[in-house]
């Protein structure tokens, strides 16, 4: 190391001085020579680790020492150095000092010749100058032109933005925007004024936004206010189109039902002018001109749907067109929910024509949304609406005319709805649901008019007064013929007064069978059935009616009715039952005209049989109320069985009687024959029984001859009764039969042919056949009591009498056996 | 006796002089506003108590008084005990009716016949009667009196002179109705109708 140590420092101060150095300072310690060799080749950074090992050491002062030495020994070397090197630099000086003097004057020269140089370069400075200022100018000018080219349609398309949005194009103002932004801004952004551009751009597609917006809000409320007109249109539309198609053999049809569907259309158009002018209140030639041009376009027409289109466009370029299509479709829908929800005050008929023509209104436009912008909304979302708007629809309508007493009112309802329907039906539209509701509609309508010809039918029976109708002129007797279908070839050669066999009844209900059935068929008009279909519905709606009648017929015998009464109900029964086919006929008429030859054998029959029942109902009540007023006349019997002697003629109460049947047969005239027939023998029986029962009674203790010559002369008189045919057609001789028991058993007991009665009892030729035995001792158990009693008073001539019917009795008990 | 006695009665008048109603009101207590026409006759009983004990039966006849059925009439006036004529006050031609039904009567009647004439419809007409009417009631030896079936009015005097008068020894009896009449009718229902 020492060797290392003495090479390396030649190199730095010579190697004189390197090699004197060491030799003199060989006795210090290698401790001390490491640490002075670190000192003095170490850098000033590892200063501090050098003397920390000096301290750790210990030996500080002994340190300290040594360095004093090396540090004397350097500068005795310096003094050397500079010794030896003296008398050079005194040399060295002196020639300086000549050098300065030589300087001195080259220095002069050239301080002269550069004034010279500057006083003739001076104008060439100042062209150089000139040049220099002229070249950054030319520069500055062509960057400053370069910069603005491309700033200018930055500045062009922001004037055009400004202006855009002043007139409110708001979907070119976007596209100018969108250029700007992504276009020319990104060339210039360094600039200040382009950055305050860019800054007030910002709210402008906001702006955008909420205009459009705005302009769709526009949009709706413009077509919220135009869908009655629209509806209006499209469903006049739908009534000239549905009569395309006609068919030669359809013309005349056809031409009526356009009749009436202009005169609906024109209520409805009378309606919707009506609310127009309350509306605008118009002077009345503008709405004549405003009506006028609404002529001329479609319901399409009506609305400018470019708002909608624009909008599309201006959202689709926003990024937000999922966010505008939602918007669209909520709100149509709640448009939707407004317009189907009618008004508080839907209390009248042209509320129900704007209320559909609002809705009709509404459809038609989302159908020509549809058509044009099938982004924006789909079919599903369209039907959607539908099926929900229909549901609540049929509800309103249920609501308001489910319950409705008011056929006018449904027919009118009727003719809307429809019409209503084949409009829907021509835009695509889903409409079955509604011809179910117009077919509820027919049913209420049929309920409601069943019940109000019920109840006319009801006024009629109150208020007849069941007399046949009598007419005293040729003019008359045509009115009723007119009004009743009744043919007889020699009534008419008959001389006034004539007489009808039916009551003012029978033509009444005729003629309201009539209109109730042109009732049902207006109802039917139109209503999607064929021919055959309504002939059969109206066939069976006859039906119907016929069974209610028949029905209050039946409750209305049961009331407390006179005979006459009864009687003239019957007659009036036959003829209302003939006069069915009559209405069969004007069925035919009214449905198929003469197409009806040909299906003749498929129509429904009108039902005649509803009146058998109540026929029979009424027969019934006949047969009853004469046998009740039999019964109260038979009441006035007053017989005293203990009568001496018979007065000599019948008594009052069988003379009034046979007066009152003659007088109420006399009425029978009209009755069918079987009837009348029927009546009256069964009186006759009655009264036959009623005498038997009178004879035969417990209650009769005991009868005395005269009072049984009595009897019989009453019974002769019923008997000649019925000998006088007091009824047309009955066999006299079958009528008698009903007083052949009766008359049997007085002739045994007046004539005591008991003889005779006992040798032939039970024999097929019997004299006495119908004569039980039985029946002859209960009333020869009176004549015998009868007897008893009388012997107390007249003496003992009357105990044979009484022996020899005893005797009888017993006899006659034997047969009994 | 306790025995009932019997009265027979025939009703007897023009078409819609209110026969029947006079007759329902007097059974039933009770008055048809819109009655039917009576058609050949009706019979109607009903047994009423006088006050002094007797029972009496009373038979009515009701007869329709159209021109059919006119024929009908004779045989029961013949064999009535009592007829009773009814006219309608407020029909003009009562005093026609009058003299042609009284000639009826008049000429069937039997020797035990009464008739009493029944002006009907008293509540349609004032207190004024016409001097022909009262002329021939005076020259007549029938008894005459005013009555109104829809109010009910005179029915009961009516009847009771029916009742008694056949009898002498009942002359000064009355009726006892057995069931009190219904309450009058609202005045603004309509009025009997004329057929």
Redesign the interface.
């Known amino acids: 190391m020492p060797n290392s140590s003495s090479t390396s420092q030649p190199a730095t101060t010579g190697s004189e001085t390197a090699s004197t150095s060491y030799v003199n300072y060989v006795e210090m310690s290698a401790e001390q020579e490491y640490f002075l060799y670190e000192l003095e080749t170490t850098d000033s950074g590892s200063m501090g680790l050098v003397l920390r090992a000096i301290y750790d050491t210990g030996d500080v002062q002994s340190f300290a020492r040594a360095l004093q030495q090396r540090i004397s020994h350097y500068d005795k070397n310096i003094q050397k150095v500079c010794s030896f090197h003296y008398q050079s630099f005194v040399d060295a000086m002196q020639e300086l000092m000549k050098l300065k003097e030589q300087c001195q004057d080259i220095k002069e020269e050239t301080v002269a010749i550069d004034a010279e140089i500057q006083q003739i370069s001076q104008r060439l400075c100042q062209k150089k100058q000139e040049i220099v200022r002229y070249r950054k100018l030319m520069k500055n000018a062509k960057t400053a032109m370069d910069q603005i080219a491309v700033c200018l349609p930055v500045l062009e398309n922001y004037a055009k933005l400004q202006e855009q949005m002043s007139n409110r194009k708001y979907y070119q103002a976007l596209k100018t925007l969108e250029e700007l932004e992504h276009t020319h801004l990104a060339l210039v952004e360094k600039y200040r004024f382009t950055q305050v551009l860019a800054k007030s751009m910002a709210p402008v597609r906001l702006e955008i936004k909420e205009k459009a917006y705005s302009e769709f809000k526009d949009f709706l409320e413009n077509i919220k206010k135009v869908a009655g007109r629209i509806g209006k249109h499209a469903s006049k539309d739908t009534a000239e189109q549905h009569s395309f198609g006609v068919t030669d053999a359809e013309r005349a049809k056809k031409i009526q039902e356009e009749a009436r569907k202009n005169a609906s259309n024109v209520e409805i158009e009378v309606s919707a002018d009506g609310s127009i002018v309350k509306k605008n209140m118009s002077p009345k030639r503008n709405m004549k001109m405003q009506v006028e041009d609404d002529e001329q376009v479609s319901a399409q027409d009506l609305i400018d749907f470019t708002p909608v289109h624009r909008c599309c466009q201006i959202f689709n370029v926003l990024g937000a067109k999922e966010e505008f299509e939602q918007y669209y479709r909520q709100q149509r829908k709640e448009q939707c929910d407004l317009v189907i929800e009618p008004t508080h005050k839907m209390n009248n008929f042209k509320h129900y024509v704007e209320y559909l023509d609002e809705i009709v209104g509404f459809f038609v436009v989302e159908d020509q949304i549809l058509m044009t912008q099938s982004n924006l909304s789909t079919t599903v979302d369209k039907d959607k609406l539908w099926d929900n708007a229909l549901m609540k629809i049929r509800q309103h309508l249920d609501a308001r005319f489910g319950g409705s007493p008011d056929v006018l009112m449904m027919l009118k309802m009727k003719k809307v709805i429809l019409l209503f329907i084949l409009t829907m039906k021509s835009y695509g539209y889903a409409v079955a649901p509604l011809y179910e509701l117009l077919q509820n509609f027919r049913d209420q309508y049929n309920e409601i008019l069943v019940k109000e010809y019920c109840a006319q039918f009801e006024r009629d029976l109150?208020?007849d007064?069941?007399?046949p109708i009598t007419v005293n002129s040729e003019e008359e007797f045509r009115t009723i013929i007119r009004k009743f279908p009744f043919y007889k070839r020699s009534m008419e050669q008959e001389p006034f007064p004539r007489r009808f066999p039916f009551s003012p009844f029978v033509t009444d209900a005729y003629t309201q069978a009539k209109n109730y059935l042109i009732g049902c068929l207006k109802f039917m008009d139109n209503l999607q059935l064929n021919t055959s279909a309504v002939d059969d519905t109206v066939r069976r709606c006859a039906n119907v009616l016929l069974g209610r009648w028949a029905g209050v017929l039946k409750s209305f015998v049961h009331k407390r009715l006179?005979?006459?009464?009864l009687v003239q109900i019957t007659i009036n029964l036959g003829y209302l039952e003939k006069s069915c086919e009559s209405l069969g006929a004007f069925i035919t008429s009214k449905t198929s005209g003469e197409e009806a030859i040909g299906t003749t054998s498929h129509q429904v029959v009108l039902s005649e049989k509803v009146f058998r029942d109540v026929r029979s109902e009424v027969e019934q009540q006949i047969d009853e109320c004469m046998r009740s007023?039999v019964d109260?006349?038979i009441?006035?019997a007053?017989y005293d069985w203990e009568l001496p002697a018979a007065a000599g003629q019948a008594s009052?109460f069988i003379?009034?009687l046979i007066?009152?049947l003659q007088?109420?047969f006399?009425?029978f005239t009209n009755l069918p024959s079987g009837l009348a027939k029927h009546v009256c023998t069964q009186t006759c029986k009655h009264i036959s029984q009623s005498m038997s029962d009178f004879l035969l009674s417990p209650e009769t203790k005991c009868i005395s001859t005269g009072a049984l010559d009595q009897f019989s002369l009453d019974v002769m008189q019923c008997e000649m009764f019925t000998t006088r045919c007091p009824v047309a057609g009955v066999d006299p001789q079958t009528l008698s039969m009903t007083f052949a028991d009766l008359r049997q058993l007085l002739d045994l007991v007046m004539s005591s042919d008991w003889t005779t009665f006992n040798a032939e009892y039970g024999k097929d030729h019997a004299k006495y056949l119908r004569v039980k035995a039985s029946t002859a001792i209960v009333v020869l158990e009176k004549m015998i009591e009868f007897e008893r009693k009388s012997t107390g008073f007249f003496g003992i001539a009357k105990g044979d009498r009484k022996k020899l019917l005893d005797t009888i009795v017993r006899q006659l008990k034997l047969l009994e056996i | 006796m306790d025995t009932i006695k019997t009265v027979k009665v025939v009703v007897v008048g023009e078409s819609g002089a209110g026969k029947t109603a006079l007759l329902t009101c007097f059974l039933d207590n009770t008055f048809e506003t819109d009655p039917l026409t009576t058609i050949g006759i009706d019979f109607k009983h009903k047994i009423v108590q006088l006050n002094d004990g007797q029972s009496i039966r009373l038979q009515l006849w009701d007869t329709a008084g159209q021109e059919r059925f006119r024929q009908l009439a004779p045989a029961y006036i013949r064999s009535a005990r009592v007829a009773l004529l009814v006219i309608d006050l407020s029909d003009e031609n009562c005093v026609e009716h009058l003299i042609r039904w009284k000639g009826i009567i008049d000429k069937n009647k039997s020797d035990f016949t009464s008739t009493i004439i029944v002006g009907n419809k008293h509540d349609l007409v004032s207190e004024k009667r016409s001097p022909r009417l009262t002329a021939i009631i005076r020259e007549t030896n029938d008894e005459y009196i005013e009555t109104s079936a829809k109010m009910r009015k005179n029915i009961k005097k009516l009847f009771s002179s029916v009742a008694c008068r056949p009898f002498p020894e009942h002359e000064t009896s009355q009726i006892i109705l057995l069931n009190e009449p219904r309450p009058v009718e609202s005045a603004t229902k309509r009025c009997c109708q004329r057929w």
């Open positions: 109150e208020k007064n069941y007399t006179s005979m006459i009464q007023k109260e006349i009441d006035l007053n009052e003379s009034d007066n009152f007088t109420t006399t009425s």
